[in-house]
DNA sequence: GTCCCGTTTGTATACGTATACAGAATCGTT
DNA sequence: AACGATTCTGTATACGTATACAAACGGGAC
C-alpha cells in the first residue's frame, strides 16, 4: 500500500504537506502542490479511509436501515437516499431486514463506523433510540415516525390521509368498507388507519370490528387476508389498504376469484409508488411525496452532522388523492 | 469518547489485555477477562471501526454495486446478499445508479473502505475492472458476466434460457415473434438475446430485425416499446422480453390498449421475480435462482477474502422455464 | 539595514487499536 | 531446590493521517 510517506518522499516534501495539500488548504505554494499531486499521480496514491476516519472522527459514512427491502416503497426511498448521500460525498451502508437492524445501526454509530442514521422504519424500540439520542447520536426518522421523540422526523400527514380516504368513500356512497393495516406499532399504518377509521364513524359508518384486518405490509398476507374476507357471504363494497403493495395483495386476491375492481369491489392504497400506475393495477391511492421525504431527511442529517445542537425539527408532508380505475366508474378512470 | 485505555484503567489492567480480550484469545486470565469485561461493560466501551480497520487492515465491509434499485430484480439479490454478509459479520454499503458507480466501488476498496466488491451490473468498462484484478482486488461478479474477464463470476445460462423460450414458442406454433432486450452491453440481455434469436432461426422462423428492440430493461421504455410495435398493422404472436420488468412493461402495453396476454398476444419473461407470478401478471418466464445466485457469489468474495490466490471460479446456473397464463391457452395456465 | 508581518514548510505528536517481544509468575519435573 | 516449560501480562511500537506549533523565508515600509 501506498502511504503519503511515500508521496512526501518522491515529491522531496514532508508527509505533513502531503497532507495539507489533499485538505486543498489555501497556504500551499502552487509548485509544491503541482509537485505533490504529480508524485500522487506517479505512485497512484489513495488515502486510506480508516486512518482518515480515525484522525477526523468523521467516516462519510451514513446508515440507513429497512425493514423489507422487496416492498417497492423502500427502493424509491432508497433510490433518492443514495442520490442524495452520494452527491454529499457520503457513502451508504445498507440495514435490511433481521430483527436486529435498529441495534446493529446504533452499535454503528457507537463504533463510529457511520456518522449517522436513517431509520425509514422505526417502532415501539424507543428505550434504546431514546439512549443513542441522549448521547446526540445523529438520527433521522423517516415515514415512521415516533411521537414524542426527540428527532428529527419526516413523514406524510397520514392521519389526514386516511381521511381522505374516508370523504372520497362517503361521496360515493361506499360505506360498507374494511380497512387492512399494516403493523400494529408503525405510525404510519396507525395514523392511517385511525384517520381513516375515525372519520367513517364522524360521517355515521363506523367500519365494524370484524372488516379491520393487519397484514403486515406484505403483498401475500393482504392477498390471504383479502381472500378470507371475499370468500365471506357478504363483499364489502371497498378496501383500504395501510400501503400500496398491501393493495396490489387485494388486487391479486380480487383476480384470483375471477373479480375484479371497481366492479366487484373497489380498491385504495397508500404511497403512490411507481407501480401504482401502471395500467396493470391502475390503483387509486393516497400519495406521499416519498422521494422528497427522502432528500428533506438526508438533508435534515447532514445539517445535523454540521450542527449537532440544531433543535430535531418534526416535518409532515401533505398528500393527495389519486383517482385512478380502481375505484369509480370506469369511464371516470383515466 | 471511551477508549480501551479507560477500559484498561479501570479494570487495572494494560491497554493490550483489554485488546486480547476482545480478540477473545486463549491466553487470558479468567478473573482477568471478566475484570475487563465488567469494566467495559461499565463504561459503555464500544471498540473503535476506523482504528480498528487501521490496525487489522480490515473494514469488514463489502460493497454492492447495482444499477436500478428500482427493478425488482436488484431488491430480491439485495435481500439475499446483506442476509448472507451480515450473517458473516459484514456490513454492505451500497452504489445505485449514477454512471459512477463501479469506478467508486473500486476507488473505496483502494482507500481501504471496503474489503471487496460485488458487481451486479458489470458491462464494458472491463479497463479498470482489470487494473483493479491486477491488484488483486476481491470482485465478484453476479448476474452480468464479463468474457475473459479473470475475476469470479455467477450468472444463470442465459444462452440456454434464451433457447428454451424459442423452443416453447415453436412447440406451440408462434413463430412471428418479437425479442425486447436490455442493454446490448449487458452480457445477460445479449446472451438471453442470442440464445433465442439463434433457436429461432435454428427452428426455421428467423426473428427480422423490426421485431428487435431495445429498451434498457426498464418498465417504462418496454411499455413504450412495445406500444409501438402493437400500433402497427401486423401483432406479433409472441414478445420474449430479456427480463421480467420489462415483461411488465408489455403486459401494461396491451392492457392500455384494451388487449391482453395471452390472447392477442403472448408474453414472456426471464427472472422469475415474485411478481411475475402475482396474478395481476401471472407471468410465463425463465427462472433463474436470484437468490441461490447471490447467495453463491457472497461466499465466493468471503472465501476470497480469506484466500486471496484462489483461482478465479465462474459458476453458471441452470434456468427453468415456468409457464403461466400469459402463454398457452387459458386452460393450460395456473 | 532593521523590523515586522504574512506565507509556506517541517517537526512532532495524537487519533485508538493490535501485536511482537520480553518479563513475571506459576507449575511440574528431576 | 533448581530447572525449564508454560501461561499470563505489560511495555513499546506501528498502522496512516491530520494538525498544532515553531521555524524559515521573503517582502515591504521605514
Redesign the pocket.
Known amino acids: 500500500?501506498?502511504?503519503?510517506?511515500?508521496?512526501?518522499r518522491l515529491a522531496?516534501?514532508?508527509?505533513?504537506?502531503?497532507?495539507?495539500?489533499?485538505?486543498s488548504?489555501?497556504?500551499?505554494?502552487?509548485?509544491?502542490?503541482l509537485?505533490v499531486q504529480a508524485a500522487m499521480d506517479a505512485l497512484g496514491?489513495?488515502?486510506?479511509?480508516?486512518?482518515?476516519a480515525?484522525?477526523?472522527?468523521r467516516a462519510r459514512i451514513i446508515g440507513v436501515v429497512v425493514k423489507d427491502i422487496t416492498n417497492p416503497f423502500y427502493p424509491e426511498v432508497l433510490d433518492e437516499l443514495t442520490r442524495e448521500l452520494d452527491r454529499a460525498g457520503y457513502r451508504v451502508v445498507l440495514w435490511n431486514a433481521g430483527g436486529g437492524s435498529h441495534h446493529d445501526a446504533l452499535t454503528a454509530i457507537r463504533?463510529?463506523a457511520v456518522d449517522g442514521v436513517i431509520f425509514t422504519t422505526a417502532t415501539g424500540e424507543t428505550v434504546e433510540l431514546q439512549v443513542a439520542l441522549e448521547q446526540k447520536s445523529p438520527i433521522v426518522l423517516i415515514n415512521r415516525v415516533v411521537e414524542g421523540f426527540d428527532a428529527d422526523q419526516v413523514a406524510s400527514d397520514n392521519v389526514a390521509g386516511g381521511a381522505l380516504v374516508a370523504d372520497y368513500l362517503h361521496t360515493h356512497g361506499r360505506t360498507q368498507v374494511a380497512f387492512i393495516g399494516g403493523l400494529p406499532d408503525a405510525s404510519t399504518s396507525r395514523d392511517r388507519g385511525r384517520g381513516f377509521l375515525d372519520r367513517m364513524q364522524e360521517l355515521g359508518h363506523p367500519v365494524p370490528e370484524e372488516l379491520r384486518f393487519q397484514a403486515d405490509f406484505s403483498h401475500d398476507r393482504a392477498q390471504h387476508v383479502t381472500g378470507q374476507l371475499l370468500d365471506r357471504a357478504e363483499r364489502p363494497a371497498a378496501i383500504f389498504c395501510a400501503n400500496d403493495y398491501m393493495a396490489f395483495g387485494a388486487l391479486d386476491a380480487l383476480r384470483r376469484r375471477g373479480l375484479s375492481a371497481p366492479q366487484d369491489c373497489w380498491v385504495i392504497g397508500y404511497d403512490d409508488v411507481d407501480m401504482a400506475s401502471w395500467p396493470s393495477f391502475d390503483l387509486t391511492t393516497v400519495r406521499q411525496p416519498s422521494r422528497e421525504m427522502a432528500r428533506s431527511g438526508a438533508k435534515m442529517l447532514l445539517d445535523r452532522l454540521v450542527a449537532p445542537d440544531l433543535p430535531p425539527q418534526h416535518r409532515r408532508f401533505p398528500c393527495k388523492l389519486i383517482v385512478r380505475g380502481s375505484t369509480g366508474s370506469p369511464a371516470e378512470g383515466s
Open positions: 500500500m501506498v502511504t503519503s510517506r511515500d508521496v512526501a522531496g516534501v514532508s508527509q505533513a504537506t502531503v497532507s495539507r495539500v489533499m485538505s488548504a489555501t497556504n500551499i505554494a502552487p509548485d509544491t502542490r509537485k496514491y489513495v488515502p486510506h479511509a480508516g486512518a482518515q480515525m484522525k477526523t472522527r463504533e463510529r
